[in-house]
Nanobody, 112 residues
């Protein structure tokens, strides 16, 4: 079964750090670039970060550069998003995706 399952979202205070995880199954994970997107209700889904199959190249939404780091472990079929210095405007549901396959999302709320 082709599946992406995100985890790690929760309520944190501004300035905190959080790591999201995404477990992949049912496809050859190491062949695909993996991305994180986020969505606020009523808004379109927004690209956040992408890591290429070998894990040596990544790119980011400008507003998260220097704060977020995407990484992957091809041996474990996992992709991660390390988020530091979180801001209230980072509040959203975060999704991992191959671009075709999507997870169910995990809620991140940044609030004092």
């Amino acid at each position: 079964q082709v599946q992406l399952v995100e985890s790690g979202g929760c309520l944190v205070q501004p300035g905190a750090s959080l790591r999201l995880s995404c477990a992949a199954s049912g496809f050859t994970f190491s062949n695909y670039a993996m991305s994180w997107y986020r969505q606020i209700p009523g808004n379109e889904r927004e690209f956040v970060a992408r890591v290429w199959p070998a894990g040596d190249t990544s790119d980011y939404l400008d507003s998260v550069k220097g704060r977020f780091t995407i990484s992957r472990d091809n041996g474990k079929n996992m992709v991660y998003l390390q988020m530091n210095a979180l801001k209230p405007e980072d509040t959203a549901v975060y999704y991992c995706s191959t671009g075709v396959i999507w997870g169910q999302g995990t809620q991140v709320t940044v609030s004092s």
